[in-house]
Structures are given as structure tokens and as C-alpha cells.
């Protein structure tokens, strides 16, 4: 059993979670859209981890016999003038917003002695910090590359292969 207040704010944490699924998908269909077929196919993989990263938070509420909101979702950005550079640097800003509701998520959780809730969370907080690294190396590397036509179409053949 969960505080209610626990509730309410893993509910929340739903809710953002999808919301970041929808940011990346925007983000997918921007790069698509400018012939960045490797950063689609990696936004759209990002996509599909949101949306586990939503379930998870699902399953675990629906597991402690609580009741799961699903709030309406806010409209997400949808142009980033086809600048790769841009989509990452706000998706490092995002992933970092996201570490720190998970730290406000784990901080309540331990308050609140709930032990159980804390271990589940112990999962995203070691993924944000894979999140918040795989960004940051997408970017250094797309600034580095600049404007070199040959280096970005073999970096963006690399990202699509995750
Ligand atoms: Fe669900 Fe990208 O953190």
C-alpha cells in the first residue's frame, strides 16, 4: 500500500513520461522530415523507452493496488528548424528536468519510509543517469562534426542502428 499522496505523484510522473514519449516522437518525425533517417529511427526508439518508462510507473501503481490517472498530455515543441543540434540540446535540458523529478520522487519515497516504492525507483535513477550520458555524447559529437556533410551522413547511418 501507497500514500495517496505517493499516488498522486507517481501519477504525475506518468503523465510526464509521456509526455516526453511524444517530444521524441515529434522530434522523430522533425528529423524524418529532413532526410535524418538515423536520428528518426534513434528519436523513435526514444519514443518506445518512454513509453516503458510510462508502464513501468503503470504496472508498479496497478501492482500496490493503486488507482492510475491518466491525465490529458500538453501539446509538445514541433520544430526545431531540422537542426539536429537543437533536438539534442533540448533533449539533454529534458532528460535532466526528468533526473530531478525522479530525485523529488525517491526523496518523498524515503521520507515516507516506503521502502518498496524507493526500490522500484532505484531502476530510474540509474537510468536517468544512462539518459542524461547518451544525450550528452550525441551532442559533443554533432557539434564536433559541424557542418561536415560526409561526417554527419555516417553519423547519422550510426545512430540508426540502434
Ligand atoms: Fe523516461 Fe528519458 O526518461
Known amino acids: ?8 505523484a507517481i501519477n504525475a510522473q506518468i503523465n510526464a513520461e509521456m509526455w516526453s514519449a511524444y517530444l521524441y516522437l515529434s522530434m522523430s518525425m522533425e528529423a524524418a522530415d529532413n532526410d535524418m533517417k538515423g536520428i ?5 526508439k ?3 523507452e518512454e513509453m516503458e518508462h510510462a508502464m513501468k510507473f503503470v504496472d508498479y501503481l496497478h501492482s500496490q493496488t493503486a488507482r492510475v490517472e491518466l491525465k490529458a498530455i500538453d501539446a509538445v515543441p514541433t520544430k526545431w528548424d531540422g537542426c539536429p543540434v537543437k533536438m539534442f540540446e533540448q533533449t539533454l535540458e529534458h532528460e535532466k528536468k526528468v533526473t530531478s523529478m525522479i530525485h523529488n520522487l525517491y526523496e518523498m519515497a524515503v521520507k515516507e519510509k ?11 535513477v540509474n537510468e536517468q543517469v544512462e539518459e542524461e550520458a547518451n544525450a550528452q ?11 561536415e556533410k560526409t561526417a554527419f551522413f555516417l553519423y547519422d547511418k550510426e545512430l540508426g542502428k540502434r
Open 137 to 147: 555524447e550525441i551532442l559533443n559529437t554533432l557539434k564536433c562534426i559541424g557542418k
Open 40 to 44: 528518426a529511427h534513434w528519436f523513435r
Open 46 to 48: 526514444q519514443f518506445n
Open 114 to 124: 516506503d521502502y518498496a516504492t524507493s526500490i522500484m525507483l532505484q531502476w530510474f
Open 1 to 8: 500500500m501507497i500514500s495517496n499522496k505517493m499516488q498522486e
